[in-house]
Every structure is written in C-alpha cells, then in structure tokens.
Nanobody, 124 residues
Framework: QVRLVESGGGLVQAGGSLRLSCAAS????????MGWFRQAPGKEREFVAA????????YYADSGKGRFTISRDNAKNTVYLQMNSLKPEDTAVYYC?????????????????WGQGTQVTVSS
C-alpha cells in the first residue's frame, strides 16, 4: 500500500514554470516506478512522464518533451515534475501514480496507486 500526495500546483502565466511534488508514504518508495498524468476538463486522462525506480531512466509524452523534467529523490520519498515554458493547453489536474510494473509505464492501467491531484492553470 502506498499513499501519494501531490502539491505545487497553481496559477501561472503562459511561459512560466511550476514544480510539482509528490510525497509518498507506505511501502518502500524505491520499489515503484512513478508516473505523472494529467486530466483537463472534458478530456480523458493522459500520460505526461514516467521515471524508473532508481531515477536513472525517464520517459516523456511528446506534449512535455523539452519542457518537462521528471525526477525523484528516494531519500525523501518524493517525485517531482518540473514544468517550464507552460502553455494554456497544459491546464489540467496533475496526478502522480506508482506503477505495479518493474519498469516505467505509460498506461494508466499499469499504475496501482494514485494521488488526488493538484490543479495547474496556465493563463493565456
């Protein structure tokens, strides 16, 4: 069992930056690859980024490549999503999740534990 709590969302102008955090508790944090997903009103949840258990490997959706950076600090049981050059289309509720896979995954079905989300709003 893993509990995930996101923070760091807010309102930012286009071109600005935000750093999201996901604090984990419960089972050993290093046992889980982690991912970030987002869901905008009227749209389905979409994959944003994923990171391996060690943090050595990362994977990004095309939407965030070159702008977003996922990282983790296993000593702090925390995963981060640094978002730069934000666009209005990035507006969504952002969720972190812990995967049941032994490696990183891009499908929501592969994630067992989810946070409750943090709102990111990018004004035009």
């Amino acid at each position: 069992q893993v509990r995930l709590v996101e923070s760091g969302g807010g309102l930012v102008q286009a071109g600005g930056s935000l750093r999201l955090s996901c604090a984990a508790s419960g089972r050993t944090f290093t046992s889980y690859p982690m991912g970030w997903f987002r869901q905008a009103p009227g749209k389905e949840r979409e994959f944003v980024a994923a990171i391996s258990r060690s943090g050595r490997n990362t994977y990004y959706a095309d939407s965030g490549k070159g702008r977003f950076t996922i990282s983790r600090d296993n000593a702090k049981n925390t995963v981060y999503l640094q978002m730069n050059s934000l666009k209005p289309e990035d507006t969504a509720v952002y969720y972190c999740a812990a995967s049941v896979s032994v490696t990183i995954a891009t499908h929501g079905r592969e994630y067992e534990y989810w946070g409750q989300g943090t709102q990111v709003t990018v004004s035009s």
